[in-house]
């Protein structure tokens, strides 16, 4: 089962596949048009298209068919525009009673990028249609599914996979066609992910799109401030980092958009726990590990706040050793950023999918595998992340990913989709960079490259 946006991203995706939208759109009209003819034998037919993909789908069906169509408004894209003038002797205006004399009705009216109740000729014709006691057949999803105002059908033909909310008492009869998406516009993730990122509202306030808690610093200073930077780069209001005393002054001086609380002892210890996690309370967001160094009452404090944390969760680094070999089970969002190392570690084994996965499903958790391709899991679902490129090796981008990762769940995202999507906004950064910086690049360097990943991927 998918949801709406997860349809969105795979045609996205399958399209910077070179698999064009006006390709699955033929597909997906053929498998309608094959199904509507089995089902339909003698009955008259008529397709009713809104001005969305899913009444291009309805206009190719209807090409291929023969049939007549009535349109509920003008066509939004180009490709539903180009589908509807290739039939136009047979597309009709809406108008109350033009469904009268067909014995099956095709819905195409409102697919799955529809948002909100049906207004308007798409209010008039479900209420029409529902109270009609024709025959009807829903191209992917019923229109208006999950709102006041939905078609009942008998059959819905929908395309991929079930999407979310569809049962067959909202539904009919559900029939799954094939449309030629390739698997790797799910597998791997791709531009069409972007759709996800979630942007403020235009009535926001400071604080409404995230605030992270960095846990980091001791011996090491610019881990914890390298991830820092990445949250906010990628989006998030505020960062807080809550570092011991011998690193807080350090961090705050590189930059003047950190929030730095210095906490009482050189390293993290289980004095600070109580002040921890009333930072924490403060926070949508937690990433520990950073720069807290080997040190074994650092690690034992790291540990037992992991186990006390009621924040959505990033772990990283030595925050990761913290917890190996224990049998840690999450109930709250935690993504487990390891390189191949530590994931042996964690597994107390060299790691592979099968293990990695069995461990995140095991956990509870959401693991980021980082690597040449980064594999993202939760124990069912699997993804993996192509961008990035070999000057990545560098120290420091490690701290930007967990950062990223953070300020993604920090505004809302869920665990798995966060680290999807961080994975690919930090490697794209990092080929950005390459290509100005060469082999010198640095992890700041990818950090800063964040925000124009963002300008150019989300305008499209």
């Not at 007549?68 to 180009?82: A, E, I, Q, Y």
């Not at 029939?175 to 799910?186: K, T, V, Y």
Request: aromatic share 4%; charged share 20%.
């Amino acid at each position: 089962m998918i949801s709406p946006l997860d349809s969105r991203v795979m045609d996205a995706n399958s399209e910077s596949m070179g698999i064009s939208i006006e390709e699955l759109m033929q597909n997906a009209g053929q498998a309608l048009a094959e199904a509507v003819s089995d089902i339909a034998g003698d009955r008259r037919v008529l397709f009713v298209c809104g001005g969305g993909n899913n009444g291009g789908d309805g206009y190719v069906a209807a090409s291929i068919l023969g049939s007549d169509v009535v349109r509920l408004s003008d066509p939004k894209t180009k490709v539903t525009r180009k589908r509807m003038e290739q039939i136009m002797g047979h597309v009709h205006n809406y108008e109350e009673g033009c469904i009268n004399g067909y014995g099956v009705i095709v819905d195409c009216a409102l697919g799955t990028g529809a948002e909100g109740t049906p207004r308007g000729n798409y209010a008039s014709f479900i209420k029409e249609l529902n109270s009609s006691g024709r025959f009807v057949i829903s191209a992917d999803v019923p229109s208006g599914l999950g709102t006041g105002i939905a078609v009942r059908p008998d059959v819905t033909v929908t395309f991929h996979d079930i999407k979310t909310g569809m049962t067959e008492e909202n539904c009919g009869t559900i029939i799954i066609a094939d449309i030629g998406m390739p698997r790797e516009a799910f597998l791997f993730v791709g531009p069409g992910d972007m759709l996800r990122y979630p942007e403020p509202g235009k009535s926001s306030h400071k604080g409404d799109n995230g605030k992270v808690l960095v846990i980091g610093g001791g011996p090491y200073t610019g881990a914890p401030a390298i991830a820092a930077s990445a949250a906010l780069r990628t989006g998030c209001d505020i960062v807080r980092i809550a570092s011991p005393q011998q690193s807080a002054s350090i961090i705050a001086a590189m930059s003047p958009s950190f929030i730095v609380t210095e906490l009482s002892c050189r390293s993290l210890c289980r004095k600070d726990l109580s002040r921890l996690s009333e930072l924490s309370e403060a926070a949508d967001a937690v990433l520990i590990g950073p720069g807290i160094g080997p040190g074994a009452p650092a690690r034992s404090a790291a540990a037992e706040f992991i186990s006390l944390c009621r924040k959505p969760m990033v772990i990283d680094a030595d925050g990761l050793n913290a917890i190996a070999g224990k049998d840690m089970v999450f109930s709250l969002p935690a993504v487990l950023t390891p390189h191949r190392g530590e994931m042996a570690r964690l597994l107390g084994r060299e790691p592979d999918d099968e293990t990695v996965m069995a461990f995140a499903k095991r956990t509870g958790s959401v693991v980021l595998l980082k690597g040449r391709v980064d594999m993202i899991t939760d124990g069912t679902r699997v993804r993996y992340n192509r961008t990035g490129c070999a000057a990545m090796t560098v120290g420091g981008t490690g701290d930007a990913l967990a950062g990223s990762v953070a300020g993604l769940m920090s505004k809302g995202m869920g665990a798995f989709d966060a680290a999807c999507l961080a994975a690919y906004i930090c490697g794209l950064a990092g080929e950005r960079a390459f290509d100005r910086l060469s082999y010198g690049m640095t992890a700041p360097d990818v950090v800063e490259s964040i925000p124009r990943v963002l300008k150019r991927c989300l305008k499209r």
